[in-house]
């Protein structure tokens, strides 16, 4: 047992379950509940223990001297975040000039609870012609739990009521969030 699994299981009592279809090279992975800074080393164990690359989107200036070598390396990819730019659009962009990304999102774009999702997660996969994967992160029983990649109709509405059941009891690390 590698040290990187060694804490996440034995130290820090998480698991697993279920895994990235490695065939799957481009997608957007959509975390929920996002509800903690704690999400972050989690998420981190998690990929080093699947030996699986997840990416994320970042503005650009953070991938400037001194640390921008280090954002790359933790799968960073800049953002011209310039109003009046389509988000969208650019992303789309980043997963066209990549043989494989697979992009991170909270789809409630705040670790405060939401009762709505933001939209962003499902036009990017839309545009990028790529599967939405969901992956939970359970505090009550302290498990990462990846689902099977699931393709978008164009029925958002419809979509996302599928794509919110695989949530359903998840528990974030703040409590008051379900």
């Known amino acids: 047992m590698g040290i990187t699994k060694f804490i996440f299981n034995k130290i820090l009592g998480w698991k697993i379950s279920g895994r990235f279809d490695p065939d799957v090279k481009k997608a957007v992975v959509i975390v929920v509940p ?3 800074w704690h999400d972050f080393y989690i998420g981190v164990f998690s990929r ?4 699986t690359d997840i990416n994320f989107v970042a503005k650009k200036e953070l991938f400037a001297w001194p640390f921008g070598w280090y954002f790359k390396w933790m799968g960073g990819a800049a953002l011209d975040r310039t109003p009046g730019q389509n988000k969208v659009e650019a992303i789309a962009e980043i997963f066209a000039k990549k043989d494989e990304f697979r992009l991170a999102l909270a789809p409630e774009g705040t670790r405060k ?15 990028a012609n790529v599967p939405i994967i969901p992956v939970s992160f359970d505090y009550s029983t302290k498990t990462v739990t990846i689902g099977n990649p ?3 109709t164009g029925a958002i509405e ?21």
């Open 34 to 36: 996002h509800t903690s």
């Open 48 to 51: 080093r223990i699947l030996k």
């Open 158 to 178: 419809a979509d996302t009521v599928k794509l919110r059941a695989f949530f359903q009891g998840v528990v974030g690390k703040v409590s008051n969030f379900s």
């Open 113 to 127: 609870k939401v009762d709505t999702w933001k939209t962003g997660y499902y036009y990017i996969a839309q545009n």
């Open 150 to 152: 699931f393709y978008p």
